[in-house]
């Protein structure tokens, strides 16, 4: 998605296309270490460019669905992803000063008329996935992606409940740092 910077309007410009999921997929498995996780279609960016005096704002969202590892099953699922798009494209003149040379993660620094957003658009992407993904649990306790019971599971979606159990037969975690702690207060 190599856009003209010059030719965006002070009225700004829409675009609303997809960016091609191929690349896209390389960069996951680069990183994903042995992890199936793969965009299944083009991801759609859905941005509008408002040039001003200090740069071209960005906002919008880029949206796909992206085929990950359900921390219920195991199996890969798809579920949607959805990543704000919040930036200012500053070419080096735009910059302010020497205070400027800190990294910016909502300054996109470009040199030239012409600006490439697909790497960036994919790195706001790949930077929403989380690898400890779980999906939500509907009203009987089931995945609402795989849909397979969880009642089972210990982990609860978006909220922890009621004091830790003790595991049987032995102290709890906060007991024994008690202990540790107490232990060494009576040393010293």
């Not at 896209?24 to 498995?29: D, E, G, I, K």
């Not at 210990?154 to 049987?168: C, F, H, L, Q």
Request: charged share 25%; net charge negative; proline share 7%.
């Amino acid at each position: 998605m190599r856009i003209l910077v010059t030719t965006i309007p002070f009225s700004g410009m829409t675009i609303d296309a997809p960016i091609p999921k191929d690349p896209l997929n390389v960069r996951l498995q680069e990183g994903s270490q042995g992890e199936t996780l793969a965009f299944t279609d083009d991801p759609i960016a859905d941005i509008t460019l408002t040039r001003t005096h200090g740069g071209v704002l960005v906002k919008g969202v880029i949206s796909g669905t992206c085929r990950q590892g359900c921390s219920t099953c195991g199996d890969p699922v798809a579920h949607e992803v959805l990543a704000p798009i919040d930036w200012i494209l500053q070419t080096t003149s735009d910059r302010a000063g020497s205070d400027d040379d800190l990294d910016d993660p909502g300054v996109i620094v470009y040199e030239g008329e012409h600006l490439d957003l697909e790497e960036h658009l994919q790195e706001a992407l790949i930077l929403t996935l989380s690898p400890f993904w779980h999906p939500a649990r509907d009203a009987q306790d089931r995945c609402t992606v795989c849909k397979r019971d969880c009642s089972g599971r210990s982990w609860r979606s978006g909220n922890v409940s009621g004091p830790a159990e003790k595991p049987p037969g032995g102290a709890s975690l906060g007991d024994l740092l008690k202990g540790a702690l107490g232990g060494t207060k009576r040393k010293g």
